[in-house]
């Protein structure tokens, strides 16, 4: 039993794979290129929006969407202390400051009814992020921008394709954000990420912005940065994306065997599964009482569990300039304590997740 299988999806797909990695070996173009463009072009139309822009990574997508909107030193960003430190480390190294909202407790996502009170005259921007492939609230999000005059940034680098209301994620605010890190659920085979938004001078911005500053060979208008994504990892995630909706459905239909079979266990609670929007399942986390004690005893048994995440990031020594303490966001401290992830691929078989389910409730 693994958390995730790589090498499953592989041999599920490995004929069409290594016929396009041969076929960009031979053609010998390495950085950005046709299959980069043509990828580009693919996630615009999957994602619903105009510009998609293939980067070197998740973290250089959320970087580059705050320098393209301009963010800088003395400037606020507010956004979730319960996620992956690529979010609020990149409003850092601008010299902004990230302003941490405590989450919802049954979502795990950013609070919206505890955005206003942390909006002052230097807030510039909103990272929403969709954690663990369900959507935040992004209408509330969306109002509260638009009163503001905020940017709307989503961090979806844990939900490549998932859906609010109708409308996939990276279409609704301003820059959407993903990531194709290889654990995500459309995972490429090294680094590599994505920016996508409507706007078309934030695209010609972030374009020039992954590659120096330059449209132009060797003549550079700003400083910028190297991020381009690869022709081959372009090549690798073409494929995959034909894949990605089934894979989705997959993992919604293991999300649902698990929530069936872990009903009425003690002190476990399951995610919740809204109609209003369609999670990815990135990862599928449960709550669960006295959480390490059970999290040994199930590797014990061989299973293999991950807590995304141990340390919210308001805690983290890296952050600890910004003066934050234990106690100021209860609820990401709480949910740090309590969460536990469980093996979520689509491969994964109900009779595993059976097994699995028969397991936890012997940990409990
Ligand atoms: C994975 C991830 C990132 C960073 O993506 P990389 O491609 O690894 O740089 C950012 N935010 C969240 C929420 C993530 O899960």
């Not at 299959?35 to 929006?49: I, P, R």
């Amino acid at each position: 039993m693994k958390l995730l299988d790589l090498q499953l999806q592989y041999k599920s797909i490995q004929q069409e794979i290594d016929v396009v990695i041969k076929s960009v070996l031979e053609k010998g173009v390495f950085i950005l290129g046709e299959e980069v463009e043509k990828f580009e072009e693919e996630m615009a139309s999957y994602c619903g929006t105009s510009y998609a822009i293939g980067l070197n990574s998740g973290t250089d997508a959320l970087l580059l969407a705050l320098k393209a909107l301009g963010i800088k030193e003395g400037d606020e960003v507010l956004t979730t202390p319960f996620t992956f430190i690529a979010t609020a480390e990149v409003v850092s190294l601008l010299g902004a400051k990230p302003v941490f909202v405590d989450i919802d407790p049954q979502t795990f996502n950013i609070d919206v009814s505890k955005i206003k009170d942390k909006i002052t005259t230097r807030t510039k921007a909103i990272i929403p992020v969709h954690l663990y492939g369900q959507p935040a609230d992004m209408d509330p999000i969306v109002a509260i921008a638009k009163e503001h005059q905020l940017f709307v940034i989503e961090d979806a680098a844990q939900a490549i394709g998932a859906e609010y209301k109708g409308k996939k994620a990276c279409s609704i605010g301003d820059v959407g954000c993903l990531s194709f890190f290889p654990a995500k659920n459309l995972g490429a085979y090294g680094d590599a990420g994505m920016l996508l938004t409507k706007d078309k001078r934030i695209a010609e911005r972030v374009k020039m912005l992954r590659n120096h500053g330059s449209k132009k060979k060797y003549y550079h208008e700003f400083l910028g940065y190297s991020s381009r994504l690869d022709n081959l990892q372009a090549a690798i995630l073409r494929v995959k994306l034909r894949y990605v909706d089934k894979w989705n459905e997959m993992r919604n239909y293991n999300a649902l065997c698990y929530n069936d079979f872990l009903v009425g266990v003690d002190g476990l609670m399951t995610p919740k599964i809204s109609p209003e929007v369609k999670s990815v399942f990135q990862q599928y986390t449960i709550r669960i009482k006295d959480r390490d004690r059970i999290q040994e005893r199930l590797a014990s048994l061989d299973i293999p569990t991950a807590i995304h995440y141990p340390m919210p990031l308001h805690l983290q020594p890296a952050l600890q300039y910004l003066g934050y303490t234990v106690g100021d966001f209860p609820e990401a401290e709480k949910a740090s304590r309590e969460v536990l992830s469980l093996p979520m691929y689509p491969e994964l078989s109900r009779e595993e997740i059976t097994q699995l389910c028969d397991s936890i409730r012997s940990c409990v």
